[in-house]
């Protein structure tokens, strides 16, 4: 089947399960009832993409407060209980951050519980994602390893160490999101495609990185508005991932001022083409979806394309997101009609 469908990752929590509308929500439940809640939302964000027509289905980061921190809550060696405040993203935004105080080691499994819950429960393929070990590494602040791409590969070992597990669950694709890539892209050619290559090493399930300009918050769509009417920061590193093992590539489209024509820079790869925009509350229309596609196709082998979002949904409003997955999926299927 051509222009399979799938989402970046996060979809939004439910209000049982967490504040609405936040990126950064508290849970309204705790201990074991929290345990259990998050696995019924699992399972509701499988059910909500199979019934929009979603073919690569996730596990929507029910799970995680945060797509960085969901991973390091596992992973000792990193002070949780004295944050500072640091600029991540080359400054764009001040976050606190936990500290890295001694040799990284993982606690155990982290995404076991959700993965097994939803491959138990859809005969789909399912993703799962984890953070990428720069984008990690731009997170957390470092008192230990004294230089950052040494701290970066440390993380990937860890990275790697689940990946291998999730595959062992059943796991047919895991993905990298690495936004980071889009920030420090001259280290991206010589130590962030290295770093993802030992997080991706001895798997045989798909493989795939996520790299785009940011969930739709303010900090992201001030910093997209100052880019100016080209963006290009995807020439930088596209050239070093084509030649890496990575399988498959996750990257803003629709709305966005990439010029497409730097998507052939992928050559060999799939293109996971963001085709819903997570910066607008405005639903797309199947034409809409169908002529991003077409727009992909003029650069990207029709078969070698993946209809997917811009980025995660986690701080959008449930009902809009929703809507946006149907049209995802209703905009795959218009394209194979016309173009299959």
Known sequence: MIFPTTVAGSLPKPAWLA??????????????????????????????????????????????????????EFVDGIDFANKIEMGI????????????????????????????????HTKRKLKITLPGAMTIADTVADAHYGDRAKMAFAFADLL??????????????????????????????????????????????????????????????????ALGEEWRQYENIFPALAKSRIKQVSVEVIHSHVPLKLLGLLEGKDVLAGVIDVATEKVETPEEVAGVIKAVMQF???????????????????????????ALGAGAKLARERFG
């Open 300 to 326: 990207v082998p029709k078969e070698k394309i993946v209809a997917s979002t811009n980025c995660g949904m986690a701080p959008m409003r449930r009902d809009i997101a929703e809507a946006k997955l149907v």
């Open 89 to 120: 993203r080359a400054d764009r935004y001040k976050a606190m951050v936990p500290v890295v105080r001694g040799a990284l080691t993982l606690k155990g499994r982290v995404h076991q519980a959700e993965a097994r819950h939803a491959r138990a």
């Open 19 to 72: 504040e609405p509308n936040k990126l950064w929500p508290k849970w309204q439940l705790a201990g074991e009832a929290l345990a259990q809640a998050k696995l019924d939302a699992t399972l509701l964000a499988v059910k909500l993409q199979e019934d929009a027509g979603v073919d690569i289905v996730c596990d929507g980061e029910m799970s995680r407060q945060h797509f960085v921190h969901g991973f390091l």
């Open 160 to 225: 790697n160490k689940e990946a291998r597990a999730l595959q062992a669950d059943g796991v047919d694709v895991i993905q990298f999101d690495e936004p980071a890539f889009n920030v420090f892209m001259d280290e991206v050619p010589t130590w962030g495609v290295e770093a993802l290559e030992r997080a991706v090493d001895g798997l045989t399930c798909t493989t795939a990185v996520h790299i785009c300009y940011g969930y739709g918050i303010k900090a992201n769509i001030d910093w997209k508005n």
